[in-house]
């Protein structure tokens, strides 16, 4: 019973973590993506003058987004199957747990999902950035 308490502990530490590390993820996309529509503004500018919708340019940016959280999950999974083996041999080492790994925990989709919508909700501004830009030169 006491070990489940102290799984729960750092079960719902690690969850706090997650949503904060998400949340820094969801800036970090915004600036990216906001710098990335302030050097295309004369891109975006010729593209309204091609035609492009204002929605168009829009689905571009959250394009970008949704491809950059799916990437950011690739390469976050990637690296925690990568250190799992090593940080499993490092809890048993110095406080005698043994854990089993499992490769395919339940949570994973959870986790790309989250990914990918952190990194669409923080394209939303620099989204409406290129929407005004785009009116502006009209």
């Not at 799916?70 to 690296?79: E, N, R």
């Not at 199957?81 to 406080?95: F, H, K, M, T």
């Not at 339940?106 to 394209?123: D, K």
């Amino acid at each position: 019973i006491a070990t489940r308490r102290y799984a729960e502990v750092f079960t719902s530490t690690l969850q706090i973590l997650g949503t904060f590390i998400s949340s820094l993820g969801a800036i970090a996309v915004m600036i990216l993506l906001a710098g990335l529509v302030a050097e295309r503004r004369r891109d975006l500018a010729l593209l309204r003058a091609a035609g492009a919708e204002p929605l168009h340019r829009v689905e571009m940016v959250l394009l970008d987004a949704f491809l950059l959280g799916l990437l950011g999950s690739a390469c976050g999974l990637a690296l925690g199957l990568a250190c799992a083996a090593p940080a499993v041999d490092i809890l048993r080492e110095y406080y005698g747990w043994i854990l089993k790994q499992q490769w395919t925990a339940p949570q994973i989709p959870f986790l790309v999902a989250g990914g990918l919508i952190s990194a669409v909700l923080g394209a939303l501004v620099p989204a409406r950035m290129a929407y005004r830009i785009a009116n502006a030169a009209s």
